[in-house]
């Protein structure tokens, strides 16, 4: 048992001004330094793993900071024993102040800094981070549509298609080591719009077996052709998101450039197919604490690890660096296009008169425009619910921004538009689709069926969506319905228009049919939308094929332990979309 030492000294200070006894423990000097040397164990340990920047403008950092001094409390708390022997309390009190006393001081600067940070008080400040041209014209700067050049598929597609790629994989056994990457970047390549992704270890075990070799490879899914393709990398892809330890590249990043706050990285490939992340670096440009905005980047090589950073300039200027599409990322523009809108006016003004208070619309999509990637929203004032006064389009590499006015439908209006044209057969419509049709803003969308498959397309004029609009099984056959409705509505229709040529799968050569015979072994049916459904399955394997009875006639007299053949092009789910089925003799 430790011998009690009183410290009569009279300098501890109790409550209501009395005095305190403080008793150390025993070898009291020697637990201090154990206390002091187990914290910088623990101040090492968590900032390998929480990775804050050592930037006073991230909140990261004050959290780090917050889980060091509790740790060397609880050291104190624990070494002194002062859980069995109360007597020590005071002790872990006094030692305690001056840890104490830094967080009390940071609590201070964050108070104060999220103070002067605040909209309240410097609501121009963020109207002013992003600049924005008014004068757009949308005849002039958006030029006639190239359907070619159109992507017909959005993310969840994207993703419906990129698992298929995982197949390339199968020769070489590695298809159950790896999964995709959940996380689609737009971008464009080689002239087309893609989304690439890169793949990921499938769990802790496979990442064990395969990270001295590293990812395989990644995918490109064409946004217009729906063309899906795996790349393999030679050398492997060795830093990325679902590494661990070193190679993790936000641990990579931060041991690297210790300081800088990063947001996302996005993955992207320069003209070569080499891959590399993009990551934008950030600055709190308002107060302390206010006013996120990117100030540079760095290309982080996925191969090697390799990585330079790159200031604004450099990225929008440097020709050796215009492939890079994605430096601000979709949220922070949307979020400083809203300040801007919100608050030119000033703060008052946001909340009372709300005189040219304007907001982006519910959701955005992109562009593929000079070889950029433009952000598209709707621009709505906040006191209409259901039309756009314009849209405005952002590029995510240099940040300028254009207005166009232009009144009309909001996109959750067109969308819903669109889905009523098909409400029979259920389908789900893509988020619209800014282009130009004969000088005619207008929404394109893919309407998918429960299995993400494109079924129909639609396009709705957006200044006369209740008039104006039509469907499609092909995109040629939608483009001539619009151009028809066009006509019958006495607007004017330029002579250039070119129909795509997509009669009979034209349209996406790239996509075969396939074919499967067998006996039926199983028929069910269902009405979806007024509409009745046959989901059939054979024999062998384990998928049902389903058609529409309006698709196939054959299918209502169809019975069990018919051998039959079935036509379809997507196999990527449990259900599988039929085009054809026929009976065999």
């Known amino acids: 048992m430790d011998p009690i030492k009183v410290d009569f000294t009279g300098k501890g200070k109790g409550s209501g001004g009395k005095n305190m006894v403080v008793i150390p423990p025993e070898k009291s000097v020697l637990k201090l330094i154990i206390c002091i040397i187990g914290t910088a164990i623990a ?29 060397f409390i609880a050291l104190v708390f624990l070494t002194s024993k002062a859980l069995t022997h109360p007597e020590y309390t005071p002790y872990v009190k006094k030692v305690s102040i001056p840890p104490l006393i830094i967080a009390g001081v940071l609590a201070v600067v964050v108070v104060v800094g999220m103070i002067i940070s605040s909209v309240v008080f410097r609501a121009r400040d963020y109207s002013d981070l992003i600049k924005v041209d008014s004068n757009g014209k949308f ?57 690439i992704t890169t793949l990921k270890y499938a769990n802790i075990i496979k990442w064990l077996t395969n990270r001295s070799e590293g990812l395989p490879g990644y995918i490109i899914i064409d946004m217009a052709n729906e063309d899906t393709n795996y790349f393999k990398v030679e050398e492997g892809i060795k830093f990325s998101p679902s590494e661990h330890f070193g190679r993790l590249l936000k641990r990579h990043l931060r041991f690297e450039y210790p300081t800088y706050m990063f947001t996302n990285a996005t993955f992207e490939i320069d ?38 950073y790159y200031s604004n300039d450099a990225l929008k200027n440097d020709a050796s660096l215009q492939w890079i599409d994605r430096v601000y990322s979709s949220e922070l523009i949307v979020e400083q296009y809203n300040y ?7 703060f008052l003004n946001s909340l009372l008169g709300q005189k040219n208070v304007i907001m ?17 929203t709707g621009v709505t004032s906040v006191t209409s619910d259901q039309s756009i006064i314009g849209f405005a389009l952002i590029n995510q590499r240099t940040k300028d921004t254009v207005f166009y006015r232009v009144n009309g439908a909001k996109e959750m209006t067109a969308k819903e538009t669109a889905e009523g044209l098909v409400k029979d057969y259920g389908f789900v419509s893509t988020f ?3 282009i130009n049709i004969s000088g005619e803003p207008t929404y394109f969308m893919s309407l998918k069926d429960a299995s993400n498959v494109i079924q129909r397309y639609a396009l709705i004029n957006v200044k006369q969506y209740n008039k104006v609009k039509a469907i499609g099984s092909s995109l040629g056959e939608c483009l001539e319905n619009y151009i028809a409705s066009m006509k019958a509505n006495n607007v004017r229709v330029d002579g250039d228009i070119v129909i795509p040529d997509d ?18 072994d199983d028929i069910r049916s269902a009405v979806l939308n007024g509409e009745s459904c046959y989901y059939i399955k054979l024999a062998e394997g384990q998928a049902y094929y389903s058609i529409a009875a309006s698709d196939s006639e054959t299918v209502i ?24 089925i026929e009976i065999l003799k």
């Open 432 to 434: 619209p689709l800014l």
């Open 271 to 308: 003209d070569n197919g080499n891959p590399y992340w993009i990551c934008a670096r950030i600055d709190k440009t308002i107060g302390l604490f206010g006013g996120r905005d990117v100030i540079g980047a760095v290309l982080v090589d996925a191969v090697t690890g390799i990585t330079k």
């Open 503 to 520: 009669e009979d799968g034209k349209d996406n050569p790239d996509i075969e049919e396939k074919t499967v015979a067998g006996i039926v």
């Open 139 to 195: 005849n002039v700067d958006i030029a006639q549509t190239d359907f070619d050049t159109v992507p017909r598929l959005d993310e969840d597609a994207a993703a419906n298609l990129a698992s298929r790629a995982m197949s390339s994989l199968a020769d070489s056994n590695l298809v159950s080591q790896f999964t995709v990457y959940p996380v689609y970047t737009q971008i464009n390549y080689k002239g087309s719009p893609v989304r």
């Open 557 to 580: 007299i169809l019975n069990k332990g018919a051998n039959v053949k079935i036509t379809y092009s997507s196999d990527a789910a449990v259900i599988i979309p039929a085009t054809k």
């Open 340 to 346: 801007y809108g919100k608050y030119r006016g000033g």
């Open 360 to 376: 982006s619309s519910e959701g955005y999509s992109y562009l593929a425009l000079n070889d950029d990637v433009y952000l598209y």
């Open 43 to 71: 101040a090492a340990l968590a900032f390998y793993i929480m990775l804050p920047p050592l930037n006073f403008k991230a909140a990261e950092l004050y959290y780090y900071i917050a889980v060091v001094i509790a740790s």
